[in-house]
């Protein structure tokens, strides 16, 4: 499975923008994705997981309520929706496919997931 992150670009605080995740080759049905964030200087950081279930999970206070992960009926692709974008938010966002047997908590850690994307940057200037 590769994946493909796209969407980020430059926009200003308060702004929206939506990520999406694409797999090549084949569907996500049956996999659990996530989507991750890497500032500069910074470790990464996990922002949102959704299972194959729908069932999401958030990361860190400051994204729940902006960040909603999603995906679309047909499987093929996952979205990030980030909204009231802050300068903070600015980073390299990475979108990652993990097996469907991972329980909904264990996404929030990198190692669960097998393959990952190139990443896609977002920045948001004050």
């Known amino acids: 499975v590769q994946l493909q992150a796209s969407g980020g670009g430059l926009v200003q605080a308060g702004d929206s923008l939506r990520l999406s995740c694409a797999a090549s080759g084949r569907t996500f049905s049956g996999y659990n994705m996530g989507w991750f964030r890497q500032a500069p200087g910074k470790e990464r950081e996990f922002v949102v997981g959704i299972r194959w279930t729908g069932n999401t999970i958030t990361g860190a206070d400051s994204l729940k309520g902006r960040f909603i992960a999603s995906r679309d009926i047909t499987k093929t692709t996952v979205y990030l929706q980030m909204n009231n974008l802050r300068p903070e938010d600015t980073a390299v966002y990475y979108c990652?496919?993990?097996?469907?047997?991972?329980?909904?908590?264990?996404?929030?850690?990198?190692?669960?997931?097998?393959?990952w994307g190139q990443g896609t940057l977002v920045t948001v200037s004050s």
């Open positions: 990652a496919a993990a097996p469907s047997r991972i329980i909904l908590s264990m996404l929030r850690v990198p190692s669960s997931y097998e393959h």
